[in-house]
């Protein structure tokens, strides 16, 4: 079955991945800015790691068949520092024009410091001013409800916001309702470690079924499986759920989201792929 992964470092995969997920029906990845495993030090380490997500990965994936998207922003960790944030704020612009580029993200919190918080809503401010989708990285563990919590609360406070335009990732049992009785659609991330497994995905899906709802592996440099998509559709099929309902989850709840960039509606992801 062909699918999308919406959510993937593939910056920090090795090209063997790109030909795995390709074997198993991957057609499109999106790939949100996230941390690099260490503080970058200026503005332009994050205008080359922009350069990287628009013109670099793109054409390794390319190789593959691969379409590759990407999201922009100073992830939550980098956001403590809020002046840096500000300069990688207003560079963005430099890049959103770019044709593989879906919106800001993943912007969000990490430990809900007030630092955090001053940055998300500047990057929310920057996402409405040219009407860009918007990926929210939600906290870990312990911080999550708390974190999920607050960022619901300067979204839906905003008036501008547009719920159907914002998806609201690595929501977990006690996170996916809130998110989703606001409007917004949500990630399901399936991580071998500290979020949910394939199990406990379908086991939400069978619970608040598939409006609105993404799946994605969340691959990266740290434990994390890129085949996870293509796991948990072998998941699905051995609960019995009918190859429709699966394909609506991997392909056409994906398409839906994205395909309200405009910088989305490419051949390779038509119905003639599927
Ligand atoms: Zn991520």
């Given at each position: ?22 074997r ?88 809900n ?88 995905a ?29 796991d948990f ?42």
């Amino acid at each position: 079955m062909n699918y999308i992964d919406p959510h993937i470092h593939m910056v920090s995969r090795v090209t063997d991945d790109y030909e795995r997920l390709a074997r198993a029906g991957c057609v499109a990845v999106s790939e949100p800015a996230f941390w690099a495993g260490f503080d970058r030090g200026s503005v332009d380490g994050f205008r080359d790691y922009f350069r990287q997500l628009t013109e670099v990965e793109p054409k390794r994936a390319a190789q593959f068949g691969i379409r590759h998207f990407c999201w922009l922003c100073i992830n939550a960790k980098e956001a403590e520092n809020v002046s840096l944030s500000r300069e990688v704020i207003a560079m963005i612009p430099e890049f959103l024009a770019r044709p593989n580029v879906l919106g800001i993200g993943e912007i969000g919190l990490n430990k809900n410091t007030r630092n955090e918080a001053i940055v998300f809503e500047e990057h929310v401010e920057r996402a409405l001013r040219t009407d860009e989708l918007m990926l929210v990285h939600t906290p870990h563990l312990a911080d999550k409800y708390k974190g999920t919590r607050m960022i619901l609360d300067m979204l839906t406070s905003n008036s501008r916001v547009r719920p159907e335009r914002v998806c609201i990732d690595h929501v977990e049992e006690h996170t996916i309702r809130p998110a989703l009785e606001a409007g917004f659609w949500v990630g399901l991330t399936l991580y071998p470690i500290t979020k949910c497994t394939p199990q406990r995905a379908v086991d939400m899906i069978e619970r608040y079924g598939t409006q609105r709802l993404l799946v994605n592996s969340a691959g990266d440099w740290g434990p994390s499986d890129p085949m996870a998509v293509p796991d948990f559709i072998r998941a699905l099929r051995a609960r019995g759920h009918a190859e429709p309902d699966i394909r609506r989850v991997v392909w056409d709840n994906p398409r839906a989201f994205f395909a309200q960039c405009p910088r989305f509606g490419g051949a390779e992801t038509d119905e003639a792929r599927a």
